[in-house]
């Protein structure tokens, strides 16, 4: 399997320059729609919190700073859901036609994912710069977290691809659930600590990583390390389950998708 | 090394859905199987049935196979499932080398990219490395002939301009097996002739092409062997004149009797055509350059004033009209025909035609201004066999001998 793999970066990088100049060559305000979107919903939160519409008091950093990075981190992670079913999907009318690598569309949706976090990265060393919080050598690990996000999300998101591949129903309902997640996760608000409220952090595999890379960048300690490690490594075995899954059950579906 | 066997089909079977909504469902039932690595269901559930049915063949290198068959009769469900697209429900399907496929031209451009930035991602999912294209760009270029438009995008091509750009980038990847389905017809005349010769050369240099096509003069004109396919089983299989005789026949419309054309009857009927030698003796099949003999009993319904014969001979399957027999040649005088039955007789010294099968229609003009009286098709089929001892170059035999005289100095 992993040799498919490296067989199909040349395929995936392929498809990701096609991917990116398709996406932009129509568009004016190109790489602007990839921050608009965290920032918009930030601000929203903002402007709600301090109107006393919502009451969130309790964070340990100043409030837009925590939802700016919070809301960024979940973007990050509902895109790698989201990408490897688009990227399949875009890569149908060619892979019932032509025999290719499979892996190839998953590898050019994370490709895109990872431009996309790279931009965001961007986006929060501006802001960190801008309320001038005060600089730890641990905020240079906050990107392995970030990876971690698109692992989870992607992991997920490999699951959703042969099933999403033959119903519509998959593409629909992710969106929907996706939107759920944002208010079950303590993007915006502080995880709650008391039951059973407390259940969506425990429950919640997402929250544990998000949590501690939004803690390493915006103070550069993190205050449940073992969640964190274990969640990075339940995330990378549910990975290469997810691929393995992907592997034997995706030509059964090209096989019913008009090949 | 010539006789490599590059596609080996084995007792290959695959089966459809008729209702996509069970498709479906049959689908997600079959990732479960195989997830707990059981075999595929081998019954018809409801709904399915059989695409294609135990197929077994061969294709070895320098070998072009042709496969023809009518609309639905499993031949491009069987490139699929050489291409590996498809898995077969039963048999096995073995491929040696790398496979090109044809099986849609331009799958995989997009409309708004170049026609070179799509080069290089068809390229690189046909499986070329970018070394590779480095070292053939240039030829795919010119083969594709595309002018100016090669950095314009491709949703302002024609169709014709998109299967040339997709042909040229297929053919240009060393492919062992080359897989082509019905994809020049959309091309112009000299891209399709320049494309028939190009997969005849790749043929020639080791590559073993398999070529689906409703054009039978492409077929001819390129495959050593035709597969002609029926409700996904073979019908015939074996060399391509004999096979394509097969399928024409199977095929020309209202069986075997006489066709006469609209309109005709008013005129006159044929009732009885006959062929025999110059003696006069009936003949069942004609000898390569020997005499024949035409007669034709006709029953003339009104007064035809100096009509005009005409026989077309045509070899069956190929559709070309080889050759005419009219009066107005022979300078002959045109008599006029009273109501009632008449026998005409034509004598043709040397039949010039090489083995095969060929079929006889008529047409009668009037004498004002060649008014069309009346057209019959299939007057009769019938075969001309070898003379013994003739020459026969057996593939790619041409239909005429013509009488030349030879010196040399």
Same mark, same amino acid.
């Given at each position: 399997?992993?040799?498919?793999?490296?067989?199909?970066?040349?395929?995936?990088?392929? #498809?990701?320059?096609?991917?990116? +100049?398709?996406?932009?060559?129509?568009?004016?305000?190109?790489?602007?729609?990839?921050?608009?979107?965290?920032?918009?919903?930030?601000?929203?939160?903002?402007?709600?919190?301090?109107?006393?519409? #919502?009451?969130?008091?309790?964070?340990?950093?100043?409030?837009?700073?925590?939802?700016?990075?919070?809301?960024?981190?979940?973007?990050?992670?509902?895109?790698?859901?989201?990408?490897?079913?688009?990227?399949?999907?875009?890569?149908?009318? *060619?892979?019932?036609? *032509?025999?290719? @690598?499979?892996?190839?569309?998953?590898?050019?949706?994370?490709?895109?994912?990872?431009?996309?976090?790279?931009?965001?990265?961007?986006?929060?060393?501006?802001?960190?710069?801008?309320?001038?919080?005060?600089? $730890?050598?641990?905020?240079?690990?906050?990107?392995?977290?970030?990876?971690?996000?698109?692992?989870?999300?992607?992991?997920?998101?490999?699951?959703?691809?042969?099933?999403?591949?033959?119903?519509?129903?998959?593409?629909?309902?992710?969106?929907?659930?996706?939107?759920?997640?944002?208010?079950?996760?303590?993007?915006?608000?502080?995880?709650?600590?008391?039951?059973?409220? $407390? #259940?969506?952090?425990?429950?919640?595999?997402?929250?544990?990583?998000?949590?501690?890379?939004?803690?390493?960048?915006?103070?550069?300690?993190?205050?449940? /390390?073992?969640? &964190?490690?274990?969640?990075?490594?339940?995330?990378?075995?549910?990975?290469?389950?997810?691929?393995?899954?992907?592997? *034997? $059950?995706?030509?059964?579906?090209?096989? =019913?998708?008009?090949? | 090394?010539?006789?490599?066997?590059?596609?080996?089909?084995?007792?290959?079977?695959?089966? &459809?859905?008729?209702?996509?909504?069970? +498709?479906?469902?049959?689908?997600?039932?079959?990732?479960?199987?195989?997830?707990?690595?059981?075999?595929?269901?081998?019954?018809?559930?409801?709904?399915? &049935?059989?695409?294609?049915?135990?197929?077994?063949?061969?294709? =070895?290198?320098?070998? *072009?196979?042709?496969?023809?068959?009518?609309?639905?009769?499993?031949?491009?469900?069987?490139?699929?499932?050489?291409?590996?697209?498809?898995?077969?429900?039963?048999?096995?399907?073995?491929?040696?080398? %790398?496979?090109?496929?044809?099986?849609?031209?331009?799958?995989?451009?997009? !409309?708004?990219?170049?026609?070179?930035?799509?080069?290089?991602?068809?390229?690189?999912?046909?499986?070329?490395? =970018?070394?590779?294209?480095?070292?053939?760009?240039?030829?795919?270029?010119?083969?594709?002939?595309?002018?100016?438009?090669?950095?314009?995008?491709?949703?302002?091509?024609?169709?014709?301009? %998109?299967? %040339?750009?997709?042909?040229?980038?297929?053919?240009?990847?060393?492919?062992?097996?080359?897989?082509?389905?019905?994809?020049?017809?959309?091309?112009?005349?000299?891209?399709?002739?320049?494309?028939?010769?190009?997969?005849?050369?790749?043929?020639?240099?080791?590559?073993?092409?398999?070529?689906? $096509?409703?054009?039978?003069?492409?077929?001819?004109?390129?495959?050593?062997?035709?597969?002609?396919?029926?409700?996904?089983?073979?019908?015939?299989?074996?060399?391509?004149?004999?096979?394509?005789?097969?399928?024409?026949?199977?095929?020309?419309?209202?069986?075997?009797?006489?066709?006469?054309? /609209?309109?005709?009857?008013?005129?006159?009927?044929?009732?009885?055509?006959?062929?025999?030698?110059?003696?006069?003796?009936?003949?069942? +099949?004609?000898?390569?350059?020997?005499? #024949?003999?035409? =007669?034709?009993?006709?029953?003339?319904?009104?007064?035809?004033? +100096?009509?005009?014969?005409?026989?077309?001979?045509?070899?069956?399957?190929?559709?070309?009209?080889?050759?005419?027999?009219?009066?107005?040649?022979?300078?002959?005088?045109?008599?006029?025909?009273?109501?009632?039955?008449?026998?005409?007789?034509?004598?043709? @010294?040397?039949? @010039?035609?090489? @083995?095969?099968?060929?079929?006889?229609?008529?047409?009668?003009?009037?004498?004002?201004?060649?008014?069309?009286?009346?057209?019959?098709?299939?007057?009769?089929?019938?075969?001309?066999?070898?003379? !013994?001892?003739?020459?026969?170059?057996?593939?790619?035999?041409?239909?005429?001998?013509?009488?030349?005289?030879?010196?040399?100095?």
């Amino acid at each position: 399997m992993m040799r498919d793999l490296w067989i199909a970066r040349d395929l995936a990088w392929q #498809l990701f320059i096609r991917e990116i +100049s398709q996406r932009y060559r129509q568009s004016v305000f190109g790489f602007v729609w990839v921050v608009v979107p965290p920032v918009a919903t930030a601000l929203l939160f903002v402007f709600l919190n301090s109107y006393k519409i #919502l009451n969130i008091t309790t964070t340990d950093m100043p409030y837009p700073v925590y939802v700016m990075l919070g809301t960024v981190l979940w973007q990050i992670f509902a895109e790698s859901v989201l990408a490897p079913l688009k990227a399949f999907q875009s890569c149908v009318p *060619i892979m019932i036609k *032509i025999n290719m @690598p499979r892996e190839a569309p998953i590898l050019a949706g994370v490709a895109q994912v990872l431009l996309f976090m790279i931009i965001q990265m961007v986006l929060m060393v501006c802001l960190l710069l801008w309320f001038k919080v005060t600089f $730890s050598p641990y905020m240079l690990l906050a990107p392995g977290g970030m990876l971690a996000l698109v692992v989870f999300g992607t992991t997920l998101g490999i699951f959703l691809v042969p099933l999403g591949g033959l119903y519509k129903d998959v593409t629909e309902g992710s969106g929907m659930f996706l939107r759920l997640m944002f208010f079950l996760t303590p993007v915006v608000y502080p995880p709650p600590r008391e039951w059973p409220w $407390s #259940l969506v952090v425990t429950l919640n595999p997402v929250v544990p990583v998000l949590q501690g890379t939004r803690e390493l960048m915006a103070t550069g300690v993190m205050t449940d /390390p073992l969640g &964190f490690v274990l969640a990075c490594a339940g995330g990378v075995v549910a990975l290469v389950v997810a691929l393995f899954f992907y592997r *034997i $059950s995706i030509p059964v579906v090209l096989e =019913r998708m008009g090949a | 090394m010539a006789d490599e066997i590059l596609i080996q089909v084995e007792g290959v079977a695959k089966k &459809f859905c008729r209702s996509l909504k069970r +498709s479906l469902w049959y689908g997600i039932l079959d990732v479960g199987r195989e997830l707990a690595g059981q075999s595929r269901v081998d019954q018809l559930r409801k709904d399915e &049935f059989w695409a294609i049915r135990d197929l077994t063949f061969q294709v =070895r290198r320098g070998e *072009i196979l042709g496969i023809i068959g009518p609309n639905g009769s499993g031949k491009t469900t069987l490139l699929r499932l050489i291409n590996g697209l498809l898995l077969p429900d039963m048999g096995q399907v073995t491929i040696r080398g %790398r496979v090109g496929a044809l099986i849609q031209l331009g799958a995989g451009f997009s !409309p708004i990219l170049s026609g070179r930035e799509n080069i290089d991602i068809n390229a690189a999912v046909l499986g070329i490395s =970018r070394q590779e294209l480095a070292q053939c760009l240039d030829d795919i270029v010119a083969f594709a002939d595309l002018g100016e438009f090669l950095d314009a995008p491709v949703q302002s091509y024609s169709s014709g301009m %998109r299967a %040339r750009l997709g042909f040229s980038v297929a053919i240009h990847m060393r492919p062992d097996i080359l897989l082509v389905d019905e994809v020049l017809s959309v091309g112009d005349m000299v891209f399709r002739n320049k494309a028939l010769e190009r997969m005849y050369q790749l043929a020639h240099s080791g590559v073993a092409v398999v070529f689906v $096509s409703h054009n039978l003069g492409q077929v001819d004109r390129l495959c050593s062997h035709v597969l002609y396919l029926r409700k996904g089983c073979f019908e015939a299989y074996g060399p391509t004149a004999e096979v394509i005789t097969r399928y024409v026949s199977d095929h020309l419309p209202g069986g075997t009797g006489m066709m006469h054309h /609209p309109g005709t009857e008013a005129s006159f009927l044929v009732q009885s055509v006959t062929l025999h030698d110059v003696s006069g003796a009936a003949l069942e +099949s004609v000898q390569s350059g020997q005499s #024949l003999l035409i =007669r034709m009993t006709i029953d003339v319904k009104k007064y035809l004033k +100096s009509p005009m014969f005409c026989f077309m001979l045509e070899p069956v399957g190929r559709s070309i009209i080889l050759a005419y027999v009219h009066q107005e040649r022979e300078n002959v005088s045109r008599p006029s025909l009273e109501p009632g039955e008449h026998v005409v007789e034509t004598l043709i @010294p040397k039949l @010039p035609f090489l @083995p095969g099968r060929y079929e006889l229609r008529l047409s009668v003009a009037g004498a004002i201004e060649s008014q069309l009286l009346g057209k019959v098709g299939k007057l009769i089929t019938f075969n001309v066999i070898p003379r !013994p001892g003739q020459y026969i170059i057996t593939n790619d035999a041409g239909l005429v001998e013509l009488d030349a005289q030879w010196r040399f100095s």
